[in-house]
Nanobody
Framework: QVQLVESGGGLVQAGGSLRLSCAAS????????MGWFRQAPGKEREFVAA?????????YYTDSVNGRFTTLRDNAKNTVYLQMNSLKPEDTAVYYC????????????????WGQGTQATVSS
């Protein structure tokens, strides 16, 4: 059974940082693209970042977080991270990690497995 478990969310002031983790089990982690998505209240789920399979592989970000967020994967620990710096109130959302064998990494439909989400709240 595949499980993705996110952790690391919380409440932080604007300008602060959070580090999200996503621990995967039940799948060949290194074979999957790992994506991060977020969903704010009343909004659709949106792509945040993707870390293509293979350690040190390519990473991609949505424009609004480029330069502030970094995603890293540790294939030995079956874990992917999202380091979020210079946080803004508009970053407030539930953050989800996802795993998929996909080249269309910006699309949620390309991912097969999803975590339960972790709340990140940025106060102004």
């Amino acid at each position: 059974q595949v499980q993705l478990v996110e952790s690391g969310g919380g409440l932080v002031q604007a300008g602060g940082s959070l580090r999200l983790s996503c621990a995967a089990s039940g799948l060949t982690f290194s074979s999957y693209t790992m994506g991060w998505f977020r969903q704010a209240p009343g909004k659709e789920r949106e792509f945040v970042a993707a870390n293509i399979k293979i350690s040190g592989g390519n990473t991609y970000y949505t424009d609004s977080v480029n330069g502030r967020f970094t995603t890293l994967r540790d294939n030995a620990k079956n874990t992917v991270y999202l380091q979020m710096n210079s946080l803004k109130p508009e970053d407030t959302a539930v953050y989800y990690c996802a795993a998929g064998r996909t080249s269309t990494y910006r699309l949620a439909s390309g991912y097969t497995y999803w975590g339960q989400g972790t709340q990140a709240t940025v106060s102004s």
